[in-house]
């Protein structure tokens, strides 16, 4: 028995939308994750099997072949258009550390850095830090989802790397710093 249909699974979150048989996924269909993470392509017995595509909710892609539910092999895309190479990855690497944005569209002109792939660059709260996928409260350990969504709490390790490594939403002076005499 072959149909398609819609079905949203009330215990995950998750959505289907595509052909099922003997009350299975398969075929051809849309899951839907309730992160915003989709996939469409290929199901054999409610698992993702042949060809098919994550699309991420920031809008990079990971086209691939599918066995049983495991990618077999495939092709990373970042949102960007940059298309991910573990043979000959030739981006940030030790002598070439522009953004793939720059590479593209050339390099601005002096004194107008570029602090991000991302052009302009994402605003970061007051007091908050861009850790990469969302915003960073160091006072309440929360990280959220650019859309301000709870995504998770940092440990110790993370906050230590967040605090450290990333971009923070206020100036600080850096630099020589005379001591003021009072």
Request: aromatic letters at 14%; hydrophobic letters at 20%; a negative charge.
């Amino acid at each position: 028995v072959s149909m398609t249909t819609g079905n949203k699974m009330e215990y995950t979150g998750s959505s289907y939308e595509g052909d099922y048989h003997n009350g299975r996924m398969e075929g051809k269909g849309t899951y839907s994750f309730p992160t915003g993470t989709r996939y469409e392509g290929e199901m054999k017995d409610g698992t993702f099997h042949g060809k098919g595509t994550l699309f991420f909710p920031n809008g990079s892609k990971y086209e691939g072949e599918w066995e049983d539910g495991a990618a077999t092999k495939g092709k990373y895309t970042f949102a960007d258009g940059l298309e991910y190479d573990d043979e000959e990855w030739l981006y940030c690497d030790g002598y070439d550390r522009r953004f793939y944005t720059e590479i593209c569209n050339g390099l601005r002109p002096a004194g107008r850095s570029q602090l991000t792939n991302r052009v302009p660059p994402r605003e970061i709260p007051k007091g908050c830090y861009d850790c990469g996928d969302g915003f960073y409260n160091p006072k309440t350990r929360v990280v959220v989802d650019y859309n301000h969504k709870f995504l998770r709490n940092a440990d110790d390790d993370e906050h230590d790397w967040i605090v450290r490594t990333c971009r923070k939403g206020w100036d600080e002076i850096v630099g020589y710093q005379p001591k003021m005499d009072a």
